[in-house]
Each structure stands twice: as structure tokens, then as C-alpha cells.
């Protein structure tokens, strides 16, 4: 099959040997995906999808280190779990049966979607690389995959090097696609502008299904919203947009220019509110 990746699935048993899922995943090895297109979109479908009319409704200078008191204000929380952090002193908040390492690698980020809690393994915490899909409910794990073919774009500025590695950034699953995120934290031009991707797989295979443009997402987060995902990208000087991209497609949809690059998006009462770097905006969605 054209770039299926073989499952290595896992039952945590005690009788198999394993008292805990953090003891038996050592036991998995990812599968390593293929090295996915960097100049430009694949979007080998054709299915339709209505951007969502953003209207901005405000705009608010923010103080840039306030982020906690933003989520606090609106209620907002990241689906996210905490994993230890000896460099902060953060003893974490995990299950004690999700692993906080695989092998030499460190647990960098754990997300709780409703069908799966992906947990991101890297070197660092800005080398994610490892990714293992997990249920929600028994931690199971059901996927394990290797994006070190995506880690780095096919030309970068040789002194840049230290700084473009595209880690992983953010994951989501529905309807048996899994959506991730890869970008680097650097100028664009250090990658030859391949940067800021979102990615489908089929959660089964693993196989791409499409893969967006470059430097469409470098937020912290993504949405989907319906059939639209919902994005931010934006560094410096670079230009800063709230992007919309069709959900079964990839393909950019619409995009909204923001004063600075979006950091984090949430949906709430049908309004979209965007933490960007230096301002806060709340967007009306007309089709939403």
C-alpha cells in the first residue's frame, strides 16, 4: 500500500509483563513516515467548504507576558496535560500510567483530543519528533509514528541550522484523520520559506492525505471548526494572518491579517478569540 505505515499496536497487561503503559511502550517502535512535500500543497481531493465570515468585532492591546491572565479572563484552557518539567521545576499533572519517556526521548507534550491523547516525544522540548496516539480511556496505544522526515526542509540557510528544526507543534483527530502541525521558530527565509505546515493522515496508515502550503500555521494551537480548520502564521516582519483552510483539502479558504502572528485560537459562544504577540481580538463567524 502507497506509503502505508505498519501499526505496532499495544495492549498494557499486567499478564503480558507490563504493570503500567509507561513500562510496555518501550516495547513499540514507531513507524518512520515518508518525507512529505515542502514546496508546495497536495490536495488530491475536491470536496467544497465555506470559509467561516470572520467579522472583527474587537481589538485590544495586550501586555505580550500576559497570556495566563487572558485564559483566565475568558475561561480558556488548553486540552493539554503537563509533563515534568525539571528546567521550570514542574512536577507535571500526567496519569501515572502515561510515560514521561520513551527510551532516551522526553515526553514534550501531551494533547487530549476526544478520540486519542497524542503524546509528543523529542531530545528537548522544542525537538519533538516521536508521536504516540494513545485512547483516551485505557492508554492503549493504538499509533506510533516517527516524523524525522519532516523535521527539516530540503534547503536552509547552512548557518541557520541550529533554529530550523520543525518540531512538532500540535495534533488533533476526527472521522480517522489525525492533523498535525510542524514549523520552526525562526525567520521563514532561513527555510527558503518552507515552513508552517499542517499535515492529514489517515489515522489507520498513516498515509498523507493532503499537506497545506507552506507558512500558513505557526500558532500554538489549531481549530477545526466543521469543515474549516482554523490557524494562525505570522513572525516579525513577516506577514500575520488568521488562516482558514478546507478541512478535507488543506487548501487556504481565507485569511485574515492580524497585527501580529496568532499565538492561540479558541472558539466560545460563537465568537473566535485569537491571542496574537501583542493584541487580542474577538471575530463574529457569519457561516459559523
Given at each position: 500500500?502507497?506509503h502505508a505505515?505498519?501499526?505496532?499496536l499495544l495492549?498494557?497487561l499486567?499478564?503480558?509483563?507490563y504493570?503500567?503503559c509507561?513500562?510496555?511502550?518501550q516495547?513499540?517502535?514507531p ?7 515542502f514546496e508546495?500543497a497536495?490536495?488530491p481531493?475536491?470536496?467544497w ?5 470572520l ?11 500576559d ?8 475561561g ?6 503537563t ?5 521550570r521545576g514542574?512536577?507535571?499533572?500526567l496519569?501515572r500510567?502515561?510515560p514521561?519517556?520513551?527510551?532516551d526521548l522526553?515526553?514534550v507534550r501531551?494533547i487530549?483530543s ?8 523529542g531530545?528537548?522540548?522544542?525537538d519533538a519528533?516521536?508521536?504516540f ?6 492508554y492503549?496505544?493504538r499509533?506510533a ?10 534547503e536552509?540557510v547552512p548557518?541557520?541550522?541550529g533554529f530550523v528544526?520543525?518540531?512538532l507543534?500540535?495534533a ?9 502541525s510542524?514549523?520552526?521558530r525562526?525567520y521563514?527565509?532561513?527555510s527558503m ?9 489517515d489515522?489507520e496508515?498513516?498515509?498523507l492525505?493532503?499537506?497545506?502550503e507552506?507558512?500558513?500555521c505557526?500558532?500554538?494551537?489549531f481549530?477545526l471548526?466543521g ?7 505570522g513572525?516579525?516582519?513577516e506577514?500575520?494572518y488568521?488562516?482558514q483552510?478546507?478541512?478535507?483539502t488543506?487548501?487556504t479558504i ?18 473566535l ?16
Amino acid at each position: 500500500m502507497k506509503h502505508a505505515i505498519l501499526l505496532v499496536l499495544l495492549v498494557c497487561l499486567s499478564a503480558a509483563g507490563y504493570d503500567t503503559c509507561a513500562e510496555g511502550i518501550q516495547s513499540v517502535q514507531p513507524g518512520l513516515l515518508p518525507r512529505p512535500p515542502f514546496e508546495g500543497a497536495i490536495a488530491p481531493l475536491d470536496v467544497w467548504a465555506e470559509p467561516l465570515g470572520l467579522v472583527e468585532e474587537s481589538s485590544q492591546r495586550n501586555e505580550i507576558t500576559d497570556d495566563a491572565a487572558w485564559f483566565e479572563r475568558h475561561g480558556f484552557r488548553l486540552p493539554t496535560l503537563t509533563p515534568p518539567n525539571p528546567f521550570r521545576g514542574l512536577k507535571g499533572d500526567l496519569p501515572r500510567d502515561v510515560p514521561t519517556k520513551w527510551y532516551d526521548l522526553m515526553l514534550v507534550r501531551a494533547i487530549e483530543s476526544p478520540d486519542a491523547l497524542f503524546l509528543f516525544f523529542g531530545n528537548h522540548f522544542g525537538d519533538a519528533h516521536v508521536m504516540f496516539s494513545l485512547d483516551p480511556g485505557t492508554y492503549e496505544v493504538r499509533q506510533a509514528w516517527d516524523f524525522s522526515n519532516y523535521s527539516f526542509a530540503p534547503e536552509n540557510v547552512p548557518d541557520d541550522l541550529g533554529f530550523v528544526f520543525q518540531s512538532l507543534q500540535w495534533a488533533w483527530e476526527l472521522d480517522g484523520t489525525v492533523y498535525v502541525s510542524h514549523f520552526h521558530r525562526t525567520y521563514a527565509s532561513s527555510s527558503m520559506e518552507m515552513n508552517g505546515y499542517i499535515t492529514a493522515l489517515d489515522a489507520e496508515t498513516g498515509e498523507l492525505v493532503w499537506r497545506t502550503e507552506p507558512l500558513v500555521c505557526n500558532s500554538q494551537n489549531f481549530l477545526l471548526l466543521g469543515d474549516v480548520i482554523v490557524c494562525g502564521y505570522g513572525f516579525t516582519e513577516e506577514p500575520d494572518y488568521v488562516y482558514q483552510l478546507n478541512r478535507h483539502t488543506g487548501e487556504t479558504i481565507a485569511r485574515t491579517p492580524t497585527r501580529t502572528a496568532p499565538d492561540y485560537l479558541f472558539e466560545k459562544d460563537g465568537r473566535l478569540y485569537v491571542r496574537c504577540y501583542d493584541t487580542d481580538y474577538v471575530f463574529g463567524m457569519e457561516n459559523r
